[in-house]
């Protein structure tokens, strides 16, 4: 048994196992939690269930590829968060359920996480630290909460709590090692291109990305990077909501740093993706939108398979619930100030937000005692990160026109 899975945690597939265990994982969870839904006890927010799954198979778990074990958190609590988001069971399963996932976005920030979406796009699943499993279980109720009482909240919504304990090879010893992660909604929408990607946290200290501004190719073109904050005032940008959307976002908005704030997070963003309506999908044509992730060869294949068409079929049948920030194609419009529509959808959406601020904090002592640069993390406490945060947001809803951004002396890059 070792050998063989020895042989197949080899260099290159090791991705790839990992990726299929936690489907398999997710399959078989999902699918079992089936029953009728009873109202959440204390105890569904403390229930984990286990699964070990083998060649062989059991009773209980059909015969798998690799040997691992696989945990599933509070199974009932993310069912019932899945229902409130709207999803439709069956349609969670067969997106989240195919052989392979579509592609791997490796490690786009510092944490080293790893992005895998699911093959049609709607889902991610992210990989997180220990700390932060830890911590969204401790504050799973409150989480739960508030997403009961705010159906439109723009905080990343939770589908699922995973772990994975699989053996993995490293430094040609085979070590068993235990890989948490998490499924969520992707913000961005699988038929339409974003044009412009920020993400924004309200402070300017190394919140800028460098950008080409004449991209040689299409293929540059079509990689853009993700823009901060710096970039962010440079440019002059701004949300643009009429009375009516600007009233609901800010309100919506104040809200969920709140709860962001009394569970102790920060370091969060605010994922702002930009779709330009006249421009439509003009950098896609015969090259897929996906194609900016990198996606593994079959995943494409597959992806290639399906029309723009009936992805967007699918896409809608899905979000039939009502998001107030998803009524327009997954995202909602720019207004004027009569509130007629613009010519842009904005997706917007609070992604990293299970940072605890005192894992931040040891970690700025743990870099303090190696003598390094104390701004390398700026650890402010979470009520002035949120403050600081939405106040951030607040002046860039319809920005009044200024006289052009001052570089900051603190940007890096
Ligand atoms: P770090 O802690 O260094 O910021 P991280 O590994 O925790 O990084 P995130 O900040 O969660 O990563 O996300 C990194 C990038 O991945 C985002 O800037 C965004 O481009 C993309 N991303 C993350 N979550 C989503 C989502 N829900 N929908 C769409 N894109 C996302
Ligand atoms: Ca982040
Ligand atoms: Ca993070």
Redesign the pocket.
Known sequence: DRVLIGNKVSEGHVNFTIAYNMLTGIRVAVSRCSGIMKPLTPRDFRLSKKLAFDFHGNELTPSSQYAFKFKDYCPEVFRELRALFGLDPADYLMSLTSKYILSE?N???????F?YFSRDYKY?I?T?HHAEHQHLRKTLKEYYTHVKDNPNTLV?QFYGLHRVKMPISFKSKIKHRKIYFLV?????PPHLEIHT?F?LKGSTWGRYTKVNPTPKSDEEEAHRP?LKDVNWLEEQRSIEFGPLKKKKFLQQLEKDVDLLARLNIM?Y?L?L?IHDVERGNDLIDERNILTKFSPDQNGLQEIKRASMAEQQARYKSVTAVQHYFQQDEGGIRASDQFNNDLGTIY?I?I??CL?NYSYLKKFETFWRGLNHDLKVISAVPPRDYGDRFYEFMQASVNRVPQKPYKDDPNASE
């Open positions: 976005l490690s786009p920030g510092k944490s080293g996480s992005f991610i992210k997180i990343s969520m909604n992707n913000l961005f990607t993400d993700v370091d963003s994922l993706g997706y959406g992604i990293d940072t």
